[in-house]
Nanobody, 120 residues
Framework: QVQLVESGGGLVQPGGSLRLSCAASGSIFSINTMGWYRQAPGKERELVAIITNDGNTNYADSVKGRFTISRDNAKNTVYLQMNSLKPEDTAVYYC??????????????WGQGTQVTVSS
């Protein structure tokens, strides 16, 4: 009933930039927090950044000053602008959203993930 579809991943050189997008669709009544997580090989999934429906943000210390999260509530879309990328940013990036649908209420939904590789 709800889908999160990510786009924008790829291969980039150290110091480069990428912009990830994630669009939520389906029988959505309301979206609260949206965010991005990442999982590198052999590591646990970790929070990258989150944004509330009124625009408050929170970032992992490792990405502060380099990444910016934003959202377009009219489009049910969240973005992650990633600048000054480092090899340690290489991971699968997952979109996450806390969504209310009339039939089941509030629940957490995940995208399928998009690969970001930072390498020369």
């Amino acid at each position: 009933q709800v889908q999160l579809v990510e786009s924008g991943g790829g291969l980039v050189q150290p110091g480069g930039s990428l912009r990830l997008s994630c669009a939520a669709s389906g029988s959505i009544f309301s979206i609260n927090t949206m965010g991005w997580y990442r999982q590198a090989p052999g590591k646990e999934r970790e929070l990258v950044a989150i944004i509330t429906n009124d625009g408050n943000t929170n970032y992992a210390d490792s990405v502060k000053g380099r990444f910016t999260i934003s959202r377009d509530n009219a489009k049910n879309t969240v973005y992650l602008q990633m600048n000054s990328l480092k090899p340690e940013d290489t991971a699968v990036y997952y979109c996450n959203a806390y969504i209310y649908i009339r039939s089941t209420g509030w629940d957490t939904y995940w995208g399928q993930g998009t690969q970001v590789t930072v390498s020369s």
